[in-house]
């Protein structure tokens, strides 16, 4: 099955820097790749999602890039600032039949030291 | 945008008692739903994906008798989690998606089960 790998565990930038997220996954098959922000205790956060047919995506201060080839996606915060702070967490669509399964990576928590 | 509604938001039970919680798509209708679970600074385990009018499908290791699943209408999703034990205590979280192939999906609030 699909196995999503995320690094890193852990990320701690100053206020004003770029924070860099690297995802791989292991099924070509998969098209669908989004980001979730969790604050301690809440619900995951959709906040960018990419589809296999584009290489990037940038909404504001978010970008996403995918390398279908190296099967590995990127998320991009420029200008982070302490709001920022949260666990990241990639995805990956598994595509079986009608269903649509998301696989998670492990999580980055990203702190933005003010 | 699309709201999913989770019920309770937390719950502690005694070992071996029974713990139902709700996921609501509220202006949707979700022909799938979907049921994670995270333990503390963990990430999000799919356990199941319940559809409408059939039977959930269960992920490897997660034990379809002890997490029962039912999915009654386009709109709710249950899942109960029988005879419950403290390893059991975790972060719950439904999701569901609108019908369109590409649709995202989206997560209700979480329950945050304890069984002391």
């Known amino acids: 099955g699909e196995n999503v790998e995320q690094h890193p565990s852990t990320l701690s930038v100053q206020e004003g820097d770029s924070a860099v997220i690297k995802c791989t996954y292991s099924d070509s098959a998969s098209n669908y790749f989004p980001w979730y922000k969790q604050e301690l205790g809440k619900r995951p956060q959709l906040i960018i999602d990419?589809?296999?047919?584009?290489g990037e995506k940038k909404d504001q201060r978010i970008a996403v890039t995918l390398n279908k080839t190296a099967k590995h996606f990127s998320l991009h915060i420029t200008e982070t600032q302490p709001e920022d702070s949260a666990v990241y967490f990639c995805a990956a669509r598994l595509l079986m039949d009608s269903s649509y399964k998301l696989i998670f990576g492990s999580g980055t928590r990203l702190l933005v030291r003010p | 945008g699309a709201v999913v509604s989770q019920h309770p938001s937390w719950v502690i039970c005694k070992s071996g008692t029974s713990v139902k919680i709700e996921c609501r798509s509220l202006?949707?209708?979700?022909?799938?739903m979907f049921w994670y679970r995270q333990f503390p600074k963990q990430s999000l385990m799919l356990m199941a994906t319940s559809n409408e009018g059939s039977k959930a499908t269960y992920e490897q290791g997660v034990e379809k008798d002890k997490f029962l699943i039912n999915h009654a209408s386009l709109t709710l999703s249950t899942l109960t989690v029988t005879s419950a034990h403290p390893e059991d205590s975790s972060f719950y979280i439904c999701?569901?998606?609108?019908?369109?192939?590409?649709?995202?999906?989206?997560f209700g609030n979480g329950t945050r089960l304890t069984v002391t």
């Open positions: 990419i589809r296999s047919n584009v």
């Open positions: 999701s569901a998606r609108v019908a369109e192939r590409n649709s995202p999906l989206h």
């Open positions: 202006d949707f209708q979700a022909t799938t």
